[in-house]
């Protein structure tokens, strides 16, 4: 992790960044923003799906930590942003219907439905600034599909992606291991340390879900991988297969940032 | 903590004691059976106040640590106890209507409907056990209304209900909140120390919730009180105001007896 929160929009407040986003003057990434606040995956389904969303999350923790759930028809996550607005707020939205993206577009308020119910789940950026202060050394290489299966619950169901991070210590893994164990709302411990094929991942040098910018090197000898479950990815995977008549997620990198320190994430 | 798991139903593995219970053989309390392995509460709503109930449990979490819910219309909890009968292996029910207690059968096979949904929530059972292999000495003292308000979602709304333990030694009150912080599915870190009028408590020495068997007697000075949410006891309470068509708990002391172990109550 060499590229955080260097740039304007990392010292952004999540107010002011959604501020910008929702006047559509940024469409980008929301990765490098806000440094030191909460960023979310967000899922957004029909209130008829909402009990089995609600379920494949409990069933599903470490993929899908809930961290706020709007109430049915309602666009403002009162929990940790009350004054956001779910339909203009992130960068960029991918719409499905009936298992198809239809659209790829940067506010969703010709979509938007009394029926629907927007989950937000963490994710893993407030770990990796966990990782980062505690001056643990790695390297992250992209997300991958697994062969895991998530437990399913209603139409949601498919395997998990997963990101991996390369480690050169072994003091560095188990630190790694300690540390995110306590970032319960951030995906904690990793589900997986090693082997990437007794995961189903036939090459770790080059990730077919989410591909970072820049080069990355392959993994070297004696470098240690951990996976953790990313949540936006798998969903978008799963969105597919669900066929709800509609479906919401962010785009990739373009989660919501709420008004939650990413310490809060641990849970404690 | 003296009296727990004690006599011959502390032996009892789950799967036979919930034999025993479903038998009709035990109709008492379920707190010094099957030592070790998780004892979780119960509530069960109609499909309709599914999503509601869900955002109760997200959103008061401590109080409502969420272990399994049932799939709509099945009595079976497939993730901690596959083999489990919602409707016959408690040993007490109440059963309420329009927000009346209306009955406290053995079994609610009469009144199972295929619109239910059963969500059951982790007892503190676990930490106290927890604290007891740390030698933390300490004494319950019962549960007892309390000022704090739980977050509303829908038609379920109240105050909590908190368990008071009191400790003589201020190193067992800090192990105390140490060991617990671990064990977020039994309700987790206490959500208040020391002064009960702080959290709408007037007498200690009288619990008006869950009354424990024997003398119990009154706090002492230097004696040092952590409160925990307790899940039975709150949605006892709360089953009265939200008047649902149809709700049933478990009845106090009777919970249900999961496969899991009470140590996989614990985050990790």
């Known amino acids: 992790m060499d590229n955080i929160c260097t740039g304007d929009l990392g010292r952004l407040t999540p107010m002011e960044y959604r501020s910008l986003v929702r006047k559509g003057e940024w469409t980008g990434s929301s990765m490098e923003a806000c440094c030191g606040w909460a960023l979310t995956d967000m899922v957004i389904v029909p209130k008829d799906y909402a ?43 991918q719409v499905f219907k009936d298992g198809k993206l239809i659209d790829e577009p940067t506010n969703i308020l010709n979509y938007w439905r009394d029926d629907l119910v927007a989950f937000l789940t963490g994710c893993s950026l407030a770990f ?93 000898p004696g470098e240690i991988a951990l996976y953790w479950p990313t949540g936006g990815a798998t969903m978008r995977d799963i969105a597919k297969d669900a066929k709800l008549p509609l479906m919401i997620v962010d785009y990739p990198r373009s989660g919501f940032i709420t008004d939650l320190r990413s310490e809060e994430l641990a849970i404690f």
């Open 51 to 93: 009990v089995d969303f609600f379920l494949f999350c409990h069933r599903n923790p470490q993929l899908c930590p809930l961290v706020d759930v709007t109430e049915v028809g309602s666009p403002h996550p009162r929990r940790v942003a009350p004054d956001a607005d779910l339909r203009t707020d992130l960068p960029r939205y």
């Open 128 to 220: 990796d600034w966990a990782l980062l202060a505690n001056n643990v050394q790695y390297r992250s290489i992209g997300a991958f599909a697994s062969g895991i299966p998530c437990v399913a619950a209603g139409p949601f169901r498919g395997n998990m992606v997963v990101s991996a991070r390369l480690f050169a210590s072994a003091r560095d893994v188990i630190k790694a291991i300690q540390i995110t164990s306590r970032y319960m709302l951030a995906h904690g411990a990793p589900i997986h340390i090693g082997d990437p094929e007794a995961i189903g991942i036939k090459d770790l040098s080059r990730a077919d879900r989410i591909v970072l910018p820049g080069k990355i090197d392959p993994p070297k």
